[in-house]
């Protein structure tokens, strides 16, 4: 019997320049196609494999380099998605080129080559075919060796109707009518050497903006016309960021053009396909006089991310999915780097503490997983694209940076780019380059942090004149199992003492370890910066020391800090809801909007666990220390006052409108939304979302009817999803029912229903309608939706704060598996059982 074919590729045939052309039907939705392949033949072989999934296959033939031509079969595998193709002679070892005719479908499931349809501005619809191909989609497109290390070059054609424009990685080099077909044909230049799931064709209607010199290539926006006017802003960070990255990694941007491209339909956030990145259109395109400015960061984020990737991931790929961290961690760690030069009022750093604390809140699970874990078979790659990959990875990096110092980190990844350019790399080629460059041993630091899951709780103490520093493993529910756990932990100290204030790094590697200071701390802050992925826990009298002066010794970030790990701490039933919220009383003078985010999220939780009689006694608690902050502001923009503290005026209103239910706050929500739809430049637009959240909150009929209509017509793609998003807070029976029917019934795109669907699930009022309606049309869900948008639709279930829907939720996930996401189903099912036994804890508390 035969050996089970592996789903892997054999290394015996290699790729080295692919020759493609396309020719897609924007009517019937389908494509024809021709693939010439350079190939060399390492070892003699009578088949090739290669991959290929949901093509037909018309013809193989392979040619010698003495001209002689094999005709071939192809046997197609769709489990393995793979094609064997046989030739009746063996392929003795040397040079040939494979060509292959094929035929596909432009698939609705924003994967492969995919179809898109937008309304144009007369109304009519508008066909457009994109790509995305990572992590293995390429192969639904072209036959291909579609894994990472298979680098080769890529020449493609496309052949389009006359009147649309075609994109691809690389510039055109000649576009030529054919006559009397109304088409023409579209040649692209070569790329350089790179994967499969970086090869990128679009083509539609298109309007770009005039091309800019960034690091001395054309860089454009491009969008389906009528949105130029939202293109600026990408234009301006799209130079700025690769400019930097240049400089940054000291080698020039590898591709011959870059073009920026918002496509209407899009599964993720963005796709750094060299020199032709794709976007969601709210991810790209942006008027800053009308966005927040949390839209706009995130535009620039986003393309700064992808314009790192450039070089982090294209240039230097890794070898196999199980390295995807460090692409990932990496762009997000440098995204950070190039928006805080950019626009240094930001403070994206102090931010950064945000997406910092979204991972530690998984990573604290017992179903958390290590940043880097084998991946087998190229489908569990799909599962990797969560916070542990991204935010965690950047904050790990982020750490090392500040513990190297930023120049010496800076030129050990120079070094790697430059050892492994136009090739591919494991996790280990960069722990060797950082270790050649700075002569310190990264490999043991890192290798605790990257292959073990979790973080540690950082307790300290102080005895006379040395303090005590010790690790645990930090977990919200406690069972005592990796009790053992150890990490290398960079321990930022700052130490207050009659001498003056004192600054130490020091490593942990032990259990714990004695500090011996010369005269005894008065305060002491750890993780000063807050730059270590770990929590601290203080003993009482050095708790008790830092809260005396909180303003005064603690920056933001770490204050910050201070209230995220007590939230945590509280969750994990080490800290008393009660404890906590004194904490809270005493931050009504807190100024910083990212403090204030934190506090507010936990705000929101708590109201999803806590009863109505407790929501009550909460509310009038949280309007004690909202109110004097926001008085303090006032509701309007005072003059000289930064982005962040117009942030910050939105964020309080939000949550006094909300979480805390004040009648006088909604009721001049209201006013002040109805003077906005006389004038739109009579409110300041990073107060919108918090008036829209509070309208939808308490609303009923009259104005779900309004936020429809706004979506419907929004001019930008900001609005569009604001109001969208908005429809699931509405409390009504029928609105839920109303928006829950929104999810399936066409009217909205599939790049977003399943973010609607898990917005009504964390609806307290709407969680059990939604709950019903999501079980009732899962199959339909999981047939419309892109797949890896399933486990993210799934973590509105943490909402589900009962025991009775925690139980049929763990029943529904046992019969229902998610396999392109069963480590996200089952944290979300550990962040439901931390708030349940919350609930349960909490059952006798705030009660009058
Ligand atoms: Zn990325």
Known sequence: MAEPRSHRLPTSVIPERYEIKLTPDLTQWTFSGEVKIAVQVHQAVRE??????????????????????????????????????????????????????FTGALNDKLHGFYRSVYKGADGADKPLASTQFESTDARRAFPCWDEPAFKAVYQVTLVVDEKLTAISNARVIRE?????????????????????????????????????????????????????????????????????????????YPGDKLDLIAIPDFASGAMENLGAITFRETALLVDPSKATRAELERVADVVSHENAHMWFGDLVTMQWWNGLWLNEAFATFMEMLAVDAWKPEWRRWDS????????????????????????????????????????????????????????????????????HAYGNAETTDLWDALEESTKQPVRALMDTWIFQPGYPLISVEKFGRSLRISQQIFRYLQDGSDGERRWHVPIFLRIGTKAGVINKTLL??????????????????????????????????????????????????????????????????????????????????????????????????????????????????????????LARMGWSVRPGESELEGQL???????????????ATQDRARVLFADFEKNSESVDRNVIPALVAIISHTGGAAEFDKFCTRFKNAQTPQEETRYLFALANFADGELIDRALNLTINGEVRTQNSPYLMRGILLNKHGRERAWSFMKAHWDDMNRQYPDNAIPRMCEGVIGLVSSELEHDVVKFFAAHPVKQGSKQIEQHLERLRVSVACQERWRSLLRR
């Not at 037909?56 to 001209?67: C, K």
């Not at 079969?73 to 040939?96: C, H, M, R, T, W």
């Not at 940043?371 to 982020?398: H, N, Q, W």
């Not at 945590?568 to 931050?587: K, N, R």
């Open 48 to 101: 090739v494999v290669l991959n290929a999934a949901e093509l037909a296959i018309q013809s193989v033939s392979i040619r010698r380099a003495d001209g002689g031509v094999l005709h071939g079969n192809a046997q197609l595998d769709d489990e393995n998605e793979q094609a064997v193709l046989s030739f009746p002679d063996i392929l003795a070892p040397g040079k040939y080129s494979l060509q292959i005719q």
């Open 176 to 252: 030529t009518v054919i006559a009397g077909a109304g088409k023409k044909e579209v040649v692209f230049a070569d790329s350089m050497k790179m994967s499969t799931y970086l090869v990128a064709f679009i083509v539609g209607e298109f309007e770009g903006t005039a091309p800019v010199t960034a690091d001395g290539v054309p860089l454009r926006v491009l969008a389906v016309p009528g949105k130029m006017s939202l293109a600026d802003f990408a234009v301006d960070i799209g130079k700025a960021s690769l400019e930097h990255f240049s400089h940054y990694y000291g080698i020039a």
């Open 352 to 419: 950064f503490a945000v997406s910092r604390a979204a991972a530690m809140q998984v990573d604290g699970l017992k179903s958390t997983r290590p940043i880097e874990f084998p991946v087998e078979r190229p489908e569990e790659a799909a599962g990797m694209f969560d916070v542990l990959t991204y935010e965690k990875g950047a904050s790990v990096l982020r750490m090392l940076e500040q513990y190297l110092g930023a120049e010496r980190f800076r030129d050990g990844i120079r070094l790697y780019l430059q050892q």
């Open 508 to 629: 942990l590697t032990e259990k714990a370890q004695q500090v011996e200071l010369d005269e005894p701390a008065d305060w002491v802050v750890v993780n000063a910066g807050a730059h270590g992925f770990y929590r601290v826990r203080y003993s009482a009298d050095l708790l008790a020391a830092l809260r005396q002066a909180t303003m005064t010794q603690l920056n933001p970030v770490e204050r910050f800090g201070l209230v995220n790990d007590a939230w945590a701490a509280t969750l994990a039933g080490i800290v008393s809801l009660t404890e906590y919220l004194e904490l809270i009383d005493q931050m009504a003078g807190e100024t910083d909007v990212n403090v204030w985010s934190t506090m507010i999220a936990s705000f929101h939780q708590l109201h999803r666990i806590l009863d109505d009689a407790q929501c009550k006694q909460l509310e009038e608690r949280l309007y004690a220390v909202l109110s004097p902050a």
């Open 649 to 663: 005026r939105g964020d309080l209103i939000g949550a006094l409108g909300t979480v805390a239910n004040d009648v």
